[in-house]
């Protein structure tokens, strides 16, 4: 089906619905959409553009339209606005069916993966920039570089960031995938990791005989989704180079090799592609320097919520900051993840000096009395890092702005609101 011209998104501030939004107006829809977050960082550029933009959640006050895309996250909120959506006769999409019907036009690179899909997908999108392929782009987050977590092109290539919960990035049929690497998460949708292997076959199965499916083939967890396959895998490996210069962390540069793989794939020039690289400044959320407080401590924020990223992310801070004592405040995403994967959280902040751990962000789950932050924080002192509880972002703030030296890299991280905790501390 094509996507009718006139599309209300319910949920439009959403990082990923946002640049949905984007995308629609670039190719001559008209658009509203309905938001219960007027914080959305994502919000005013939407305003700029002529969208309007509703706070009003009473179903029967919802816009007439021809179609209606929805964020997963409105599947467990304000319901009765979806159901209403829903009654209207019309059709009604979820974010990723709707993106995927408007990639079909393009040749797709997406760029799916356990960890580091955001980052590789910004990384590429400046690569093909540079290049001067002119690619449309879907960022899960904000480019440094344009505050723009999309990019709207004329050329043929259309770069995502594809989410393996649901199965969601099965609406692509790439052209070029990346998987970065493949880890049990999701858990509340998935049964295992075999469960989780299977949606990236499946994915893997859809790139065509003359497409190209960049990952480590010798990754235990990867080989058997890209084994048998009539496209050609490239091993992103024989592209990785330590002393390539980059300005963010150095954990970053295996995302690197998977970029400069992907590009040479696409024709890219090596040089071309190590430019950019070597220009590339990150993105919202992704150890993003915040300012200092008050008395010189250093502020940075992640998103990182799953303990591999914790683990990568922190070891990779105190290679580059060895002299720096490492304050991580974390707020555990999820109830279910936190539980299920409690004694990884336990051992993944060994690199930090202290942890201070907030509320868990509940997101799209009903509470859970049997697991909560405290709990975490005893698992993370048996492992010998000092780490404590607080029932608010108040308390962790006035606790840092008692406790937090010159010489001292705070480090907010999780994939809820924690950011705001290191606004506040250097507001």
């Known amino acids: 089906m094509a996507i009718p011209h006139r599309v209300h998104l319910i949920g439009i501030g959403g990082i990923g619905i ?29 305003r700029a553009a002529g969208v309007v ?79 001067g392929l002119d690619p449309t782009a879907v960022v899960g987050s904000l480019r440094a570089k344009t505050k723009s977590n999309f990019r709207a092109g004329s050329g043929a290539f259309f770069i995502v960031e594809a989410c393996e919960y649901r199965r969601h990035f099965l609406q692509f049929t790439p052209h070029i995938l990346v998987i970065t690497n493949i880890d049990a998460d999701h858990l509340d949708y998935f049964r295992d990791l075999a469960d989780v292997q299977s ?39 024989k592209f990785f180079d330590p002393a390539l210069p980059l300005k963010v962390l150095p954990l970053h540069r295996i995302n690197a090799a998977a970029v400069l793989a992907a590009a040479d794939c696409a024709g890219i020039s090596a040089a071309t592609a190590r430019q950019a690289l070597a220009d ?54 999820l109830y279910s993840r936190t539980k299920i994967l409690m004694e990884d959280f336990a051992s993944a902040f060994a690199s930090a000096d202290e942890v201070l751990l907030a509320p868990i962000y509940a997101a799209r789950e009903a509470p859970d009395p049997t697991v909560s932050s405290a709990i975490l924080a005893e698992k993370i002192s048996a492992h010998g890092v000092t780490a404590r509880a607080f029932d608010s972002f108040a308390a962790i703030e006035t606790y840092l702005k008692e406790t937090a030296h010159p010489n001292d890299l705070i480090l907010t991280i999780g994939a809820g609101d924690i950011y705001k905790l290191g606004e506040q501390l250097v507001g």
């Open 53 to 131: 933009i509703s706070a009003n959640l009473n179903p029967k006050n919802l816009p007439v339209a021809e179609c209606y895309i929805y964020s997963d996250a409105w599947l467990t909120k304000h319901t009765e606005v979806l159901a209403e959506a829903r009654s209207r006769g019309v059709p009604c999409l979820s974010y990723f069916e709707a993106v995927g019907l408007l990639s079909k036009k393009f040749k797709v690179v997406a760029v799916a993966g356990a960890h580091g899909k955001t980052t590789t997908t910004a990384m590429m999108t400046d690569v093909f920039e540079t290049a």
């Open 199 to 237: 949606a990236f076959r499946e994915l893997a199965q859809k790139v065509p005989a003359d497409g190209f499916i960049v990952c480590d083939p010798s990754d235990a967890r990867v080989a058997p989704v890209v084994a048998g396959l009539a496209c050609t895998v490239v091993d992103y490996r």
């Open 18 to 46: 946002s640049a949905l939004a984007r995308l629609l107006l670039h190719a001559g829809h008209e658009i509203s959409g309905t938001e219960d977050n007027e914080s959305h960082e994502t919000l005013d550029a939407l």
């Open 280 to 333: 590339f400044s990150g993105t919202w959320r992704r150890f993003e320097h915040k300012g200092k407080t008050a008395n010189g401590a250093d502020v940075y924020d992640d998103y990182g919520h799953h303990p591999t990223e914790v683990r990568v992310t922190l070891a990779s801070i105190r290679e580059q900051f060895p002299n720096r004592r490492l304050v991580v405040a974390f707020q555990p995403h």
